[in-house]
């Protein structure tokens, strides 16, 4: 699969995010690397402050980041049904983590 077909599920993912969630997200950019050079199996990762632990302090922050690892989601799938699958769960669970919803809820609730 090319970088760009990819960057499109990403994207696609994106536009199943409810409009009144996106209108909700704040100072959060999402970005597509290869991998991460700590956790190669790593398939996204939030980086920042969740919007549930922002104080009117919260101020002059870079944005949070989203990353979406490409070579490692190819890496576990086989088709382009399961990667495109596999971006919309990982693109969800990286979302909620920004919204402050934790790990063991997402996995309880199949967004693994």
Partial sequence: MSDDEFD???SDALDQVPAELTA???NVVILVEPRNDEDPHLLGLYAGVALTERTTDYAGFLPDTITIY???ILGMCHTRAQVAHE???????EIAHHFGIDDAWLHSNGWG
């Fill in 8 to 10: 499109g599920l990403v």
């Fill in 24 to 26: 909700e997200m704040s």
């Fill in 70 to 72: 490409r070579d490692a």
């Fill in 87 to 93: 971006v919309t769960v990982t693109v969800m669970h």
